[in-house]
């Protein structure tokens, strides 16, 4: 499975951006899909997830009710609209898939990374 992420940029804080990831290769609709971030100095950490099938999305606490994943099937495309940013949200942001479909928060379940998408909230 190969991802590539795109849709990171400066935003002030307030502000919202949608990033989008899209998604080819072999068996990408059996993948769960999740999003992680990494800020400079700290590890990466659980964002939000959802599942290709069968809808249902999950989010860390810090993100909930701010940010929301949603999902084009025909498109492969995973996005992350994030919404009333804060500086802390500064990070550079990856897709990312499990590919038994079960998805979860724990960074070394999932087996394919995207490239890495910078966004960065100005306050």
């Known amino acids: 499975v190969q991802l590539q992420a795109s849709g990171g940029g400066l935003v002030q804080a307030g502000g919202s951006l949608r990033l989008s990831c899209a998604a080819s290769?072999?068996?990408?609709?059996?993948?769960?899909m999740g999003w992680f971030r990494q800020a400079p100095g700290k590890e990466r950490e659980f964002v939000g997830g959802?599942?290709?099938?069968?809808?249902?999305?999950y989010y860390a606490e810090s993100v909930e009710g701010r940010f929301a994943i949603s999902r084009d099937n025909a498109k492969n495309t995973v996005y992350l609209q994030m919404n009333s940013l804060k500086p802390e949200d500064t990070a550079v942001y990856y897709c990312?898939?499990?590919?038994?479909?079960?998805?979860?928060?724990?960074?070394?379940?999932?087996?394919?990374w995207g490239q890495g998408t910078l966004v960065t909230v100005s306050s």
């Open positions: 959802t599942y290709w099938s069968g809808g249902g999305t």
């Open positions: 290769g072999r068996a990408v609709s059996t993948n769960a």
């Open positions: 990312t898939a499990e590919p038994t479909g079960r998805g979860g928060k724990i960074r070394t379940r999932y087996a394919y």
